[in-house]
C-alpha cells in the first residue's frame, strides 16, 4: 500500500505565504532542493487543490536543458513524470499532461488509490492537506521550518487539524532550515 505524505516549506511561525501571498522566503537553496528532490522520487501521484496546482504547474515547462542549474532539471524531471490530480470546482481543464480534474475530495476514492498504488502519493496545499488529515488518510508529514517569521498569512496547517505524531528523523541544512519528519500515530 502507498503512503500519503505532506510536505511543506513553513516560516518559524507556521505559514506558507505570507499575508501577501508571497513566499519568495521559502524558495529552497541547492542544499535543500537536492533533498526535497530525494524525497519526491518515490512519489508517482501528487494531490493538488487548485492554488498549489497552479504554482505546481510550473514545472511542466520548467526548462529541462543544460542552462538550467541540474537540481531544477531533475526535480522538473520528477514532477514530469508523476500523475498529478487536482481538486478544483472551477478549473474547467488541465493544462499539463497526467493530470485530471476532480471536482470533490472523497475520501474513500484517496483510500482505494492508496490500496491501489505501486508508488506514494503527495498531498500539497493545507486546506487539501487538512482534509486528508482529518479523515486519517495522512501516514507522514514532512515539514520544513524556514528561519524567517512572517507574523500571518496561509498557515501550513489550517485551523481544525488535530493529530499526533511521532518523529522519525530531522535535519538541519546550512542555511538554517530545519527538515522534521513525522509518521502520524493512531
Do not use: C
Not at 506558507?16 to 501571498?21: L, P, V
Not at 488535530?162 to 542555511?175: S, T, V
Request: aromatic content about 10%; overall charge negative; glycine content about 8%.
Amino acid at each position: 500500500m502507498a503512503k500519503l505524505i505532506y510536505s511543506a516549506i513553513t516560516s518559524l511561525d507556521g505559514y506558507i505565504a505570507d499575508e501577501n501571498g508571497n513566499f519568495d522566503w521559502a524558495a529552497p537553496d541547492e542544499e535543500v532542493h537536492a533533498f526535497v528532490n530525494d524525497l519526491e522520487r518515490p512519489v508517482g501521484t501528487y494531490l493538488y487543490g487548485r492554488r498549489m496546482y497552479e504554482v505546481m504547474r510550473y514545472w511542466e515547462t520548467a526548462s529541462t536543458s543544460g542552462d538550467a542549474a541540474p537540481v531544477m532539471r531533475d526535480y522538473a524531471d520528477i514532477w514530469q513524470a508523476a500523475d498529478k490530480i487536482v481538486f478544483s470546482k472551477t478549473l474547467e481543464e488541465a493544462p499539463t499532461t497526467r493530470t485530471r480534474i476532480e471536482r470533490v475530495f472523497d475520501p474513500d476514492a484517496i483510500r482505494q488509490l492508496k490500496a491501489s498504488a505501486e508508488r506514494d502519493i503527495t498531498v500539497g496545499g493545507p486546506e487539501l492537506a487538512g482534509q486528508a488529515i482529518k479523515a486519517g488518510l495522512v501516514d507522514e508529514i514532512h515539514l520544513f521550518l524556514t528561519p524567517v517569521a512572517v507574523g500571518g498569512g496561509n498557515q501550513a496547517l489550517p485551523d481544525g487539524v488535530r493529530a499526533h505524531l511521532e518523529l522519525l528523523d530531522e535535519r538541519r541544512f546550512e542555511n538554517g532550515v530545519v527538515h522534521l519528519h513525522y509518521r502520524t500515530a493512531a
